[in-house]
Nanobody, 122 residues
């Protein structure tokens, strides 16, 4: 089994930056890719970014491309999401997810964290 714990969320002003963390534990060997998703109130969960543990395959949603950066630290079994130039529409609960395959669709991910709230507001 894999356990994922997100942290780093909080309140930030528009244009500001925030860094999210996702710590993985358990059967790490089964993880091939890690993804970030977000869900705003009243909306469906959407894909944000994905990275393989190797770090060689990275993909972003168009809505965050150029503003967000996903990275990983294999020694710490941790995936990061550096968010910059934040907009109010970025406000959502951000979830970390793990998959045994390369995917961007939420249904293809096997494990999920509890989520961390990101609020972008003045």
């Amino acid at each position: 089994q894999v356990q994922l714990v997100e942290s780093g969320g909080g309140l930030v002003q528009p244009g500001g930056s925030l860094k999210l963390y996702c710590a993985a534990s358990g059967s790490i060997f089964s993880i091939y890719a890690m993804g970030w998703f977000r869900q705003a109130p009243g909306k469906e969960r959407e894909f944000v970014a994905r990275i393989t543990w190797s770090g060689t395959n990275i993909y972003y949603a168009d809505s965050v491309k150029g503003r967000f950066t996903i990275s990983r630290d294999n020694a710490k079994n941790t995936v990061y999401l550096q968010m910059s130039s934040l907009k109010p529409e970025d406000t959502a609960v951000y979830y970390c997810a793990a998959s045994s395959i390369l995917a961007v669709v939420a249904t293809r991910y096997d494990y999920w964290g509890q989520g961390t709230q990101v609020t972008v507001s003045s």
